[in-house]
């Protein structure tokens, strides 16, 4: 191993935050000699438990339970708060992007390193859709999470409060396109948390809310077998929440939602989930990615014709070595994305030392689906499971996969009140603009939507 050998490990999400949690643990000798720095650039200061961003919408887990601070758990790291703007690994540099860039005004910074890691994940995927960017959100990040929850809970307020039967129709209609984990469950969260809310206004009534899903191909949740995505649009329905296979989203414009079966929707609540796509820097790299843009990996999870270079998770196209069929790549979900941080972690450590790498091979188990409190659907080892089971399990497995016992012990402990006690159905939207009240006070003009309202 060469003196100070320096890992760059770019993006904190799963793999990121994984992958160097794995390298403090297999090179603990060699970081505490100094003879290996791991460096994690990372937008955030936290891991997202992605998972829980529907019952932290909901209300169930307060938003701090749901991210995990990397500076605590990754100690021995060095966490640079940045984006990696490009990458050329034929010259062993990034160009990094930090919070005082701009402030410093010397440009970005060049962080050389010796072998790279690159799990930045995925954004959401968007389609020149009218009015789609001013008006719609997305549910990829904690803070659209919350956001939407204050967002649903003050159309409430607007309802209760207008007199006018048109701005009542708009705000009390939600629609939420993509059928996938992040719509579903996202709708029947918050569906959820919408019908309890309504019990105490005096106007407002459950019925009154109209709850639309469009999903562009002829079924949901996919990752759940063609049974339970049918068992899941009968409950919806049975719901009242209109759900429209085979349907797109066509513009979004002035604040009514159009479909491409010609139906009109007056709203101020469009929420996309329709679908993710590989980051931006994979694309300013120097490295071969496929035909959707991810990168080109070997079962042994490092970049395929390169070397030092190792990727995992939404990034990586990884072979799926556990299919007869050739060809086939492991989906880019967390289900693999933690299991291949660990063999990742594993192969760089192997390969500082000059041992035989591992094959990264893992059999799809299946998946668990919440549609809202004590409601649920399962496929797990071929076992189809629905209503209270599935939310059951769906809740168990995912305790069992959130970082940190710390966060573990809370989410429990949230749990367990939310049991004994009443939801919480306070908008706190204000907390978007704080400085609003103050900037009106000491005399300027407050912002044109100082609750955060789309």
Known sequence: MKERTRILVVGGGYVGMYTALRLQQKLKPELGRGDVEIVVVTPDPYMTY?????????????????????????????????????????KRTATVATLATEEE?????QIAYDELVLAPGSVSRTLPIPGLAEFAIGFKTVEEAIGLRNHVIEQMDIASSTRDPAIRDAALTFVFVGGGYAGVEALGELEDMARYASRYYHNVKADDMKWILVEASNRILPEVGEEMGKYTVTQLRRRNIDVRLETRLDSCTDRVAVLSDGARFPTRTVVWTAGV???????????????????KCTPQLTVDGTTHAWAAGDAAAVPDVTVPEPGGETAPNAQHA??????????????????????YSHKYVGSVASLGLHKGVAYVYGRKLKGYPAWFMHRVYHLSRVPTFNRKARVLAEWTLSGLFKREIVSLGSLEHPRAEFELAAGGKPPRDPKGSS
């Open 105 to 109: 005004g010397t440009g970005p910074d």
């Open 50 to 90: 992605q998972p829980f961003l529907p019952e932290a919408a909901a209300g169930s887990i307060s938003p701090r339970h749901v991210v995990v601070p990397l500076r605590r758990v990754l100690d021995r790291c060095r966490v640079v708060i940045g984006e990696a703007r490009t990458i050329d690994h034929a």
């Open 338 to 359: 933690v299991r291949q941080a660990k063999v990742l972690g594993d192969n760089i450590a192997h390969s500082l030392r000059g041992e035989s790498l591992e094959t």
């Open 277 to 295: 796509k590989p980051h931006p820097v994979l694309a300013a790299t120097d490295l071969p990615l496929n035909e959707r843009g991810r990168l």
